[in-house]
């Protein structure tokens, strides 16, 4: 289980290798697929005894899903709402062996919780046995369309970037198979988590606002975001660690600082189209820092906008977790102006629509 990608089914990765090649890093790529085919009898056999079990999709409560691009906030708001623990929520063991949750996970979760790095690859936030997680890495072990196939398959980055997060040259077959497969994990969550309403956390579903709109009516959104110049430079940090510590294939060629302008500029458009129309009781808008300030009262603003249960119930628990993350130390990274025109060019729309301006100026200051 040395690679996240140790967790996936053998037909996902026969149709992720024959799209993006073989692995270049033969021994990482041999250990996946030896993990998927040892698990192989266990997945089906859990596949077969479960189904039945699940309830229906529409059975469960309507998610409530974090929206906002990478390094928005997105990881610090999902880690308080759920110290209440009346949400259900993606556990470290869910995302390395979604296949698996209800079977050998259980045999293999120890060792999954010892090869557990101690902080993220991508910044100091801990990371413990029942820290909540993002549902992508859960997905890319069971479909072929994830943006971290980019990340594990970069000989075809951009392909399976776009795919990944924009279903761009994805067949209605295909889309159709990646939402039977949400679906089920959802479910399987679902039963897992003790049949709470599930909370669910995905940077990628910014992008697929109105998809989730249409899977499910009835759900409520929370969208955070943060100064686009420091996104940028997170970002970039973010594909270097990412990248080195996943790849299965060489990435010299990637295009990291287009990747990031071209991404943000499409998801956050798509994401606006769509926002106009979601009633007021559905979508909340938080900026990071107001968040970052005062993280209580955002909180508050949250659930009365969304009309969520359970505020004074877990204003303890929320106020415990802000107060141990009190010292934690954000990475700090090195602005130019280079950098900041780059970011102007392209992201300016959002720049201006959000009052935001250039890191160590005021607003209206300019350049």
């Known amino acids: 289980m040395a690679h996240p990608l140790s967790g996936a089914n053998l037909g996902t990765l026969a149709r992720v290798i024959g799209r993006s090649g073989l692995p270049s890093h033969v021994g990482a790529g041999a250990g996946v697929a030896l993990a998927a085919l040892g698990r192989w009898p266990f997945s089906m056999a859990e596949k077969l005894l479960m189904e039945s079990r699940l309830p229906a999709i529409d059975e469960m409560p309507a998610p409530v899903f974090i929206l906002g691009h990478w390094r928005s906030g997105t990881t610090h708001l999902y880690n308080i709402m759920c110290q209440s623990r009346a949400w259900g929520f993606v556990p470290p063991v869910a995302t390395g062996l979604p296949w698996d949750l209800f079977g050998i996970a259980k045999v293999f979760n120890p060792l999954l919780e010892m090869a557990l790095p101690a902080h993220r690859y991508i910044d100091n936030i801990p990371v413990n046995p029942d820290s909540p997680q993002e549902d992508e890495i859960a997905i890319a072990n069971m479909s072929e369309v994830s943006f971290y196939h980019g990340i594990y398959f970069p000989r075809a980055f951009s392909q399976n970037v776009q795919r990944g997060l924009f279903f761009d040259g994805c067949t209605p077959a295909e889309v159709k198979a990646w939402q039977d497969q949400f679906t089920y994990f959802l479910r399987k969550l679902y039963l897992h988590q003790d049949r709470k309403p599930?909370?669910?956390?995905?940077?990628?579903?910014?992008?697929?606002?109105?998809?989730?709109?249409?899977?499910?009516?009835?759900?409520?959104?929370?969208?955070?975001?943060?100064?686009?110049?420091?996104?940028?430079?997170?970002?970039?940090?973010?594909?270097?660690?990412?990248?080195?510590?996943?790849?299965?294939?060489?990435?010299?060629?990637?295009?990291?600082?287009?990747?990031?302008?071209?991404?943000?500029?499409?998801?956050?458009?798509?994401?606006?189209?769509?926002?106009?129309d979601v009633p007021a009781n559905q979508l909340?808008?938080?900026?990071?820092?107001?968040?970052?300030?005062?993280?209580?009262?955002?909180?508050?603003?949250?659930?009365?906008?969304?009309?969520?249960?359970?505020?004074?119930?877990?204003?303890?628990?929320?106020?415990?977790?802000?107060?141990?993350?009190?010292?934690?130390?954000?990475?700090?990274?090195?602005?130019?102006?280079?950098?900041?025109?780059?970011v102007e060019n392209r992201l300016g729309d959002f720049i201006d629509k959000w009052g935001y301006s250039r890191p160590g100026t005021k607003r209206g200051e300019g350049a």
């Open 198 to 276: 599930l909370l669910i956390k995905n940077p990628v579903y910014t992008g697929r606002f109105q998809m989730l709109r249409e899977m499910f009516p009835n759900a409520k959104f929370i969208h955070i975001h943060r100064n686009p110049y420091d996104v940028f430079l997170s970002m970039r940090n973010f594909y270097e660690k990412l990248l080195k510590e996943l790849a299965l294939q060489s990435y010299a060629h990637v295009d990291v600082d287009e990747t990031i302008l071209s991404v943000y500029e499409r998801m956050m458009r798509d994401y606006e189209q769509v926002a106009k």
């Open 284 to 342: 909340v808008e938080l900026r990071y820092d107001e968040l970052d300030a005062a993280p209580l009262e955002a909180l508050e603003t949250i659930y009365s906008a969304l009309d969520l249960p359970g505020f004074e119930a877990g204003k303890d628990s929320f106020q415990r977790y802000i107060n141990s993350v009190k010292s934690f130390k954000k990475n700090r990274f090195d602005y130019s102006d280079e950098m900041a025109v780059k």
